[in-house]
């Protein structure tokens, strides 16, 4: 299988002198060059108690944009948030852009990507009071591509289905088992909070002014008791846009990759594959890189960091309801599984593993 790091080695130079790689992207380069090789100067010895494969895996770069790293990451993050999980219906909010804004977006994120949560979180909130009397929660997580690679920002948002009254006496429903608000209103609501901060940026002078009054799309979706949903926006957290695995070919100069397009019929995605140079290959892989420190998941309501009180306040309403005790019961009983265990490729047992040393072997 072909490996992105492979192509970053060969083409690396030339994409160098092509672009204005600032620091952070020539930091992703290196360290997916080095993931899982000798230059990360760390190694760990794999045996199999069974058969006796052995084997040398080299330690992993750790870094977020690479589609290798990561994994361990992942697991941790799922099982805390299945931990905080309320027994109730949950929503996706998916929040996009016009694509005017795209340029303001690649020009100064540190900026953009903390107006669209400010945007995003406030017009939910207000939304909470509005229509449910109570304060919502929700989780953001900014995404910059579309299913192809462009460039495309949008925000996904998981939200539990209810808010929790002012004085955390009650858990206030929705109307409807399946409904939690219109989305035009949000749309609307939403459109003028970003707007509003967005043209305080230099670049929002590069916006043609007819993107201002068009219609923001905001799609709200039940997606039921919300486990899957973690599990789809937690490759988001940690991960590039492009797994390995999605490498259908590299003949040394041009990369074709996969990917899911769906069908306006509303029949299942169709299966569509992607050609471009090595170089604009790399240029569309870490044009999504965000500069260091800027957030790529955010919290808000009751499920942000400084309401973990009012979180506690709803699981404590909702566990004197019979009808939703009983889940919040076995989701405290479930044992979350760990991060899979690295098996022996002969046999399929579970490897045993030790840090090598100059000394020997550790056992880990």
């Known amino acids: 299988m072909v490996e992105i790091a492979e192509i970053f080695r060969k083409h690396y130079p030339e994409y160098f002198r092509r672009y204005n790689a600032p620091p952070e992207i020539r930091r992703v380069v290196y360290d997916m060059m080095k993931c899982c090789t000798p230059e990360m100067g760390r190694s760990i010895l ?54 005017e804004f795209n340029i303001v977006f690649q020009r100064n994120p540190e900026e953009a990507v903390k107006i669209f949560f400010r945007a995003v979180s406030a017009s939910l909130l207000e939304m909470g009071l509005a229509r449910l009397h109570g304060t ?44 939690i608000f219109h989305w035009r209103p949000l749309a609307r609501k939403f459109r003028k909070k970003f707007n509003d901060i967005i043209q305080t940026l230099p670049e929002a002078e590069l916006v043609q002014r007819a993107a201002f009054f068009k219609n923001y799309v905001v799609n709200i979706k039940n997606v039921g008791d919300g486990v ?41 995605p169709i299966m569509r594959t992607r050609t471009l140079p090595a170089v604009e290959f790399m240029q569309l892989y870490l044009q999504h890189v965000l500069p260091k420190g800027v957030q790529r998941i955010r919290y ?48 399929k047992t579970v490897m045993q593993h030790g840090f090598c040393t100059e000394a020997g072997i550790d056992s880990g």
């Not at 992993?60 to 999980?85: F, L, Y």
């Not at 973690?230 to 695995?245: D, H, I, K, M, S």
């Open 46 to 99: 794999c045996a199999c108690p069974k058969c006796g494969y052995r084997e040398i895996r080299y330690q992993s770069c750790g870094n977020r944009n690479c589609p290798k790293c990561g994994h361990h990451k992942i697991a941790v993050w799922v099982n805390k948030r299945m931990k905080e999980k309320l027994p109730v219906d949950y929503f996706m909010v998916t929040f996009t852009l016009p694509h």
């Open 136 to 179: 919502v929660g929700f989780m953001m997580i900014y995404q910059s591509w579309c299913r192809n690679g462009d460039f495309h920002p949008h925000i996904h948002v998981l939200m539990p289905g209810g808010a929790l009254s002012p004085d955390r006496q009650t858990w206030y429903f929705p109307r409807k088992h399946k409904f």
């Open 228 to 268: 899957n949903s973690f599990n789809y926006l937690a490759a988001y957290t940690q991960r590039g846009f492009l797994a390995n695995e999605r490498i259908v070919d590299y003949d040394g100069d041009n990369v074709t990759f996969s990917y899911r397009e769906n069908a306006e019929d509303g029949s299942p």
């Open 300 to 347: 808000g309501g009751i499920w942000a960091a400084a309401a973990r009180k009012m979180l506690a306040a709803a699981k404590e309403i909702l566990s004197s309801i019979p009808a939703y005790a009983a889940e919040l019961t076995r989701l405290a009983q479930v044992a979350f599984l760990p991060p899979s265990p690295y098996l022996c490729p002969k046999c």
